[in-house]
Every structure is written in C-alpha cells, then in structure tokens.
C-alpha cells in the first residue's frame, strides 16, 4: 500500500498570506495526486487533480505542483472560506488501491 | 447537473450489518465507477473499495476485504459492510472520479453509521 505522508498538522496562518501545504508518497505515484478542502460537517470538495489540474470552478488561488513522490498544494492569498482541512490523495495503481494523507488542518491566526 | 444522493443514518448493533445506498441523478451508473470513502469522528479519509459500474468489477481495501460487498442497478449503488464493530462507526460517502480518474469529483453527501450495543 501507497502510504501519503502530509506535513504540518496544523498550521495557522493569516488572511492573505500564501501558504504550501505539502505532500510525499511511499513510491512513484507519476502525477496521480488529488487535493481536497473539506469543511465541518461537509463532503470533502475536490480541489486539485492530474497533481496540477484545477477542478470545475475552483478559483486560480488554489494552485499544484509535484510528481513522482513529492507534491505541494499552494493557496496565493487566504480568504476567510479557505479555513478548512486540506487532503491529498494518490490514485496511481490499478486496479483501484486508493490512499489519503492524514491532513492538514489551516486554522486563523 | 450530477448528484448522488445517499441513504439516511443508521444505528446498528455490533456483529450487524449495515446497508447503504447512493442513488444517482444526472448520470447512469453503468457508465462510470463508483468509490468509497469513510471517515470516523474526527479523523482522516479512508478508501474502501470501488465498483465499475459497467461490468460489476469490485475492489476492496485489505482493511474491509471480507466484510464489504458493493452492488450497483443503473441508479444507485449499494455497499453493505458486515460483521459491524465500534469502529466501523464512521460517515459513508459514495463519490465518483473525474473522467475514467479516481479523483473524486461528485460525493454524496454522506450517511453517518453508528455501531453501538
């Protein structure tokens, strides 16, 4: 199994600061990488697939870049909805063997 | 527009089991996959398994293989988790990838399972 290891547990940090979240995986997973945002009581919300496609209407601040094992999710300037948990997640093998980080919790300063 | 709309809570006693469905709107399940997903108080994300919609095909996490067994009709896809114990007591979202990817663009909106004697 893939094991995705996210740094930074939780980080507070400020509205209109950039932040880089960060993302390692046990092996080569190409750019097979998907970033999540989920809110208290919500479904996560895919942010971020293919390591550096945009989802439908997820705004330019949201940001990826990596592959292989070493990924990172950018926000330019954090806005007050963007307060939330942030997962990512490797879809590399086949069939399906679907693995998440732990993720990373963005609180207010 | 696409949705997948999931069964309501259930309370369940440990060694039961627990079935959930997810019925689509906006798409037809025998064209695209269906994953998956749970999540405990508070906790992290975990995959379950995963079930083409078009053949029948399943995989299953090794954590759940035995105990898990998805199902899906042209509408709703089902997964029924047997042999219940407290920590299976999770939120169950069914969610479909992106294209032929498994980065999940649609979920559902969630079906809390609490396993409790």
């Known amino acids: 199994e893939i094991v995705m290891t996210q740094s930074g547990g939780t980080l507070s940090v400020s509205p209109g600061e950039r932040v880089t979240l960060s993302c390692r995986a046990s092996?080569?997973?190409?750019?097979?990488l998907a970033w999540y945002q989920q809110k208290p009581g919500q479904a996560p919300s895919l942010l971020i697939y293919g390591a550096s496609t945009r989802a439908t209407g997820i705004p330019a601040r949201f940001s990826g870049s990596g592959s292989g094992t070493e990924f990172t999710l950018t926000i330019s300037s954090l806005q007050s909805e963007d307060f939330a948990v942030y997962y990512c997640q490797q879809y590399s093998l086949w069939p399906p063997s679907i693995t998440f980080g732990q993720g990373t919790r963005l609180d207010i300063k | 527009q696409v949705q997948l709309v999931q069964s309501a809570a259930e309370v369940k006693r440990p060694g039961a089991s627990v079935k959930v469905s997810c019925k689509a709107s906006?798409?037809?399940?025998?064209?695209?996959?269906i994953s998956w997903v749970r999540q405990a108080p508070g906790q992290g994300l975990e995959w379950m398994g995963w079930i083409n919609g078009n053949n029948g095909n399943t995989q299953s996490s090794q954590k759940v293989q035995g105990r898990l067994t998805l199902t899906t009709d042209p509408s709703t896809a089902y997964m029924e988790l047997r042999s219940l114990g407290s920590d299976d007591t999770a939120v169950y979202y069914c969610?479909?990838?992106?294209?032929?990817?498994?980065?999940?663009?649609?979920w559902g909106q969630g079906t809390m399972v609490i396993v409790s004697s």
């Open positions: 969610a479909k990838g992106v294209g032929s990817t498994d980065a999940f663009e649609i």
């Open positions: 906006g798409l037809t399940l025998s064209t695209t996959g």
């Open positions: 092996q080569n997973i190409a750019g097979n």
